[in-house]
Nanobody, 122 residues
Framework: QVHLVESGGGLVQAGGSLRLSCAISERTVRSYNMGWFRHAPGKEREFVALVDWTGDSTYYGDSVKGRFTISRDNAKNSVNLQMNSLKPEDTAVYYC???????????????WGQGTRVTVSS
């Protein structure tokens, strides 16, 4: 019923930038907290970033802090992830997710997109 669609993934050189977007169904309430997670082969799903329901507070995983920026536009029902200074270890499928509480645990999220693949070459 709640539909999330990621876009913006692709192939980029190390040190480059990429901007991911997540479009949220018009049925989704604007008070949801929105998060980004990523999953790379051989690794567990990893927390990347979170923006709370007000859009005023953000949280980042240690591996991306200082390089990635999350933002939301409630008027457009979207959330974005600006990724700078990309590294090969950032290669993964990136998922956006919606939750009613502030959490960095993927198990606490109710709604997920299908993911967008990011590949960072050396």
């Amino acid at each position: 019923q709640v539909h999330l669609v990621e876009s913006g993934g692709g192939l980029v050189q190390a040190g480059g930038s990429l901007r991911l977007s997540c479009a949220i169904s018009e049925r989704t309430v604007r008070s949801y907290n929105m998060g980004w997670f990523r999953h790379a082969p051989g690794k567990e799903r990893e927390f990347v970033a979170l923006v709370d329901w007000t859009g005023d507070s953000t949280y980042y995983g240690d591996s991306v802090k200082g390089r990635f920026t999350i933002s939301r536009d409630n008027a457009k029902n979207s959330v974005n992830l600006q990724m700078n200074s990309l590294k090969p270890e950032d290669t993964a499928v990136y998922y956006c997710a919606a939750n009613t509480v502030r959490s960095t645990s993927s198990s606490d999220y109710n709604y997920w997109g299908q993911g967008t693949r990011v590949t960072v070459s050396s």
